[in-house]
């Protein structure tokens, strides 16, 4: 089966406005070590990035912005900073503080642990959530147990593509924000990596030693692309040369490429793979997930959300993301 590459982006510009480079160096307050990969950005904005291994980055905003810039990692007490303080200042410091674990009472009945697989398995094309901008973009299912106290035993996330030696994921687990009707707070206390080897197909991860309690019968589980800036602007500057070429295409006469007009706004969609595209080989590696397009009777309780970029707003897909957590409870 020929599996198809579908990029779920939107390509912003700041073109034809002035900008602000927002650049610093996020350092934890009691190593004074870099805190790398922290989630740096504009809250619901869709303007928002990661900062580097070593806690270096560079947010781009439009000037005169007037919102603070929001840092967030598992582990660490969230901060924020006005953008107007950094318009006429040298790259700051901005410090984190590492948040104190409080462990909750477990009350241990004599009595087995239920197992129970929550998730879909389905799948037919792929998602890459790519924030358009710089960084932090995610996806997420929701799910429901009958329990209120869940203990997550195993993880499995499908690929439908893969080029990366390497890949990368940062696992999360949100509350269901029942006001947003959208993935809510951060569930988890301590950062989960998942880093895998592989180009396609079902990845397995066993997290019983991971001690990850979940106190909620209804919560999604989330991944979140790490990729370096390097390879995000390299991306970036891809897909804008994929932009000119459906343009192209359309104008040449490919029955392929559909104009489309959406609030004014002209844009061409290509009705195929990407791979037809003679750049498409020159993007840097990248990774997507399977999903199950459209929905059913069995899938509509699956609800998935992605997001473009660091505290972006979450907005649902009509499709449901390939992902099983096997939970005790």
């Not at 303080?85 to 241990?108: C, E, H």
Request: charged share 25%; hydrophobic share 40%; aromatic share 10%.
């Amino acid at each position: 089966m020929t599996k198809s590459i579908i990029f779920s982006c939107m390509l912003a510009s700041f073109a034809v406005q002035a900008q602000v480079a927002v650049r610093g160096r996020v350092l934890d307050t009691e190593t004074g070590k870099g805190v790398p990969f922290v989630n740096i950005g504009l809250f619901e904005k869709n303007i928002g990035t990661l900062s580097d291994e070593d806690g270096s980055f560079e947010l781009i905003v439009p000037a005169g912005n007037k919102d603070s810039v929001l840092f967030s990692s598992i582990g660490y007490k969230r901060t924020g900073m006005s953008v107007q303080a950094w318009q006429a200042s040298a790259p700051v410091v901005v410090p984190m503080t590492p948040s104190r674990i409080l462990l909750q009472d477990v009350t241990v009945k004599s009595r087995r642990y239920k197992h129970l697989r929550l998730g879909w398995m389905g799948g037919k094309d792929g998602v890459i959530p790519l924030d358009t901008i710089q960084g932090g973009g995610a996806v997420a299912v929701l799910l429901e147990s009958p329990s209120s106290t869940n203990f997550v035993d195993k993880l499995q996330v499908r690929l439908m593509y893969n080029s990366k030696d390497t890949l990368k994921f940062r696992l999360h687990f949100f509350a269901y924000d029942s006001l947003r009707d959208a993935p809510g707070a951060e569930l988890l206390q301590q950062e989960v990596m998942l880093t895998e080897h592989k180009r396609f197909g079902w990845l397995r991860f066993n997290l019983v030693n991971r001690d990850i309690r979940i106190d909620a019968k209804r919560f999604f589980v989330g991944f979140e692309w790490i990729e370096s800036r390097a390879d995000r602007a390299k991306m970036l500057a891809g897909l804008r040369d994929w932009e000119r070429w459906r343009k192209q295409q359309y104008e040449a006469g490919n029955k392929k490429v559909e104009k489309r007009m959406t609030d004014g706004k002209t844009s061409y969609k290509y009705v195929g793979d990407m791979r037809d595209w003679p750049g498409f080989s020159q993007l840097p590696p990248f990774t997507g997930l399977m999903v199950e397009t459209g929905k059913t009777s069995q899938t509509r309780k699956y609800r998935t959300f992605e997001r473009k970029t660091s505290f972006g707003k979450w907005t649902e897909l009509g499709s449901t993301l390939n992902a099983v957590v096997t939970i005790s409870y």
